[in-house]
């Protein structure tokens, strides 16, 4: 079989690990793999590629001064998008991300190959623009299939269009990093983890007014928020307006995620946007007790509530609060939590989801020869 994929390059986030993951199964299994970007390919990658698969940046991506230019913009890069796909001779398209989505619809529209595009966030939580929003309601209603990371980010759109929805989360990579063992805490210390950009809609403003509050009554506890952003200027006045500089840390990026999940015994995630959160997973499957707010989308379709994680109403700062008190209060109900936590690396494995995207793939496929 000879896929092509069209997304953004190997040097974004989740979008890109996703594509990644993909790309290089289909590939060890020895289907003919062709990875398009969008970008110039100047930027160091993220990610690795199997060797076999084919890859080629087409520099595309230009912002445009006003709607005229970028118009004809469009048209170019639909023009150029069409050329290199049609070189690859493929049996199926596949598209990662709104505005590739709609280019890849455009330029496979006088065509009979099978496409197949994947939102990679919540529609509904990020505006595109609104020329972009018109030519994807109707480009999309053409597609053979539209894949959404959840079932709930999928209402965003027409019953048209969600007659071609198919629901595939993202895969959990079971590297060695996230097979380590953990090892028993037999220090007093104990640590609440969040990680994340420093954004608004990451939440941790409310997390550490959460945390502030039930700090006094577990003084063996601290919070750490890994990451880095625009609001780390105010998050840290916040933390000093609370005096809890020696509570509460934000350390900057961290390069083993893993590592540090393993010196935690509980993980939060304070989010009211998500389009799949990829931390939240992989908290989970290091085996974390978790806490999360039931923002869209996402977190309820990871955590069973009670039996691997807790579930909060959204940017409910009491309910965190208590939540906290209550895990950092209960050994045994973290443990119990984290126990069973560790599941989704069978329900989100890269086997599990691979075989969901090969059925789409091949169903995508048979009905575009009987039309």
Request: glycine share 6%; aromatic share 6%.
């Amino acid at each position: 079989m000879r896929i092509t994929l069209f997304c953004e390059g190997l040097h974004g986030g989740g979008a890109a690990r996703v594509a990644t993951v993909l790309l290089n199964a289909w590939a060890e299994r020895g289907e003919t793999v062709t990875l398009l970007t969008i970008d110039d390919g100047k930027a160091t990658p993220n990610y690795t590629l199997h060797p076999a698969i084919k890859h080629r940046c087409l520099d595309i991506e230009k912002s445009s001064p006003n709607p005229i230019v970028g118009l004809f913009a469009m048209m170019v890069r639909v023009r150029v998008l069409r050329k290199a796909i049609l070189e690859t001779k493929p049996d199926v398209v596949i598209s990662f991300m709104s505005r590739n989505n709609v280019l890849t619809l455009l330029a496979m529209k006088p065509y009979s190959y099978p496409v197949i595009v994947s939102e990679r966030t919540d529609p509904a939580q990020r505006s595109i623009g609104k020329v972009w929003e018109y030519l994807r309601n109707k480009t999309y209603a053409k597609a053979d299939c539209l894949v959404m990371q959840t079932e709930r980010s999928s209402h965003y759109f027409s019953e048209e269009i969600r007659k071609r929805v198919r629901v595939i989360a993202n895969p959990i990579t079971l590297s060695p990093a996230l097979l380590k063992p953990r090892e028993p805490n037999t220090s007093p210390q104990k640590r609440v983890m969040a990680l994340g950009s420093l954004r608004s809609e990451k939440g941790f403003g409310v997390l550490i007014n959460a945390f502030s509050k039930v700090a006094k009554k577990h003084p063996d506890w601290s919070l750490v928020i890994y990451g880095e952003g625009g609001l780390r200027g105010e998050l840290e006045a916040q933390v000093r307006a609370l005096g809890m500089e020696a509570r509460i840390q934000l350390p900057g990026q961290t390069l083993e995620p893993f590592d540090r999940l393993r010196e935690s015994e509980i993980f939060v995630l304070s989010s009211w946007v998500e389009g799949f959160p990829n931390a939240l997973l992989e908290a989970m499957a290091v085996g974390c007790a978790v806490i999360s707010f039931d923002c869209p989308s996402g977190p309820s379709e990871l955590i069973r509530p009670d039996y691997d994680g807790i579930l909060l109403p959204p940017k409910d700062e009491a309910a965190l609060a208590q939540a906290l008190d209550t895990l950092m209060n209960d050994p045994e109900k973290r443990a119990l939590l984290a126990s069973h936590a560790p599941d989704v690396r069978e329900r989100f494995s890269t086997p599990a989801i691979l075989a969901v995207w090969d059925d789409v793939i091949y169903k995508a496929i048979e009905a575009r020869k009987k039309n």
